[in-house]
């Protein structure tokens, strides 16, 4: 095992996911949860975490490039949602997440939307198991970096899991001043996003690349124009 490359490689996925970062930010958006789930509700969240990053990690590459989608759509598509997240905690009564209801809004409880996506797993974390797929030649080098991804998962998990405590401390109007801070937080995020996603966007664009990927293209073109005059005899016939 390369130690150099396996240490750089965990150190930049753990700076990528950033626990310590969001960690404020995932114990507001639990606080609609019940106390004494919410340590389960984070658990639950942090497994789908793992799951999301080795599915992408072994099939990451395929599943963009089958759809079509690049790295200027994840970073599109993930500022708007952490949009729609930021204003409902800025201004509570404009719940985009849990509905009109106040009896909704204090009893839903997240469910891969929004703390797994995009708050921990965004696209710089995709982008990075993918770019670490990439570098795998071997068997070696694949166990290597799926060991990388693990091993920093465990880390931020063990933050995410021991920040409630710290937090704790805040009370409830330490901590209403907190969802609403991140919110203001999260909202600069989010322009940061789209602005990343319009500029990756332009950037192709001037250099005269397709917008859609070449495989997800065919994929929606119609039939050929031979193929469907052969199909129309058999049609009739049935």
Not at 56 to 77: C, Q
Request: charged share 15%; hydrophobic share 55%; proline share 6%.
């Amino acid at each position: 095992m390369d130690w150099n490359e396996f240490i750089k490689n965990t150190v930049a996925l753990m700076i990528v996911l950033d626990p310590v970062g969001v960690a404020p930010l995932v114990q507001s958006l639990l606080l609609p949860v019940p106390r004494k789930r919410r340590q389960r509700v984070l658990r639950r969240e942090l497994v789908i975490v793992l799951f999301l990053l080795l599915l992408f990690f072994f099939m990451g590459e395929n599943i963009l490039g089958y759809l079509g989608i690049d790295d200027s759509t994840l970073s599109l598509s993930g500022g708007i949602m952490l949009m729609l997240i930021a204003i409902g905690m800025v201004f509570p009564r404009v719940n985009v997440i849990s509905g009109d209801s106040q009896h909704d809004s204090q009893n839903s409880e997240p469910l891969v939307v929004p703390i797994a996506v995009p708050i921990i797993v965004g696209p710089a974390s995709l982008t990075t198991v993918m770019i670490l797929a990439a570098k795998c030649h071997s068997s070696a080098t694949l166990a290597q970096n799926g060991l990388s991804i693990v091993v920093a998962w465990s880390v931020a998990a063990v933050i995410l899991m021991c920040s409630r405590k710290m937090l704790a401390k805040l009370g409830n109007r330490g901590s209403v001043a907190l969802t609403r801070l991140m919110g203001t937080l999260l909202v600069l995020l989010a322009v940061q996003m789209m602005v990343n996603g319009f500029t990756s966007f332009a950037r192709d664009f001037m250099k005269g690349e397709p917008a859609l990927n070449p495989a997800a293209v065919q994929n929606m073109a119609p039939a050929d124009p031979e193929e469907q005059q052969a199909a129309a005899p058999a049609a009739e016939n049935k």
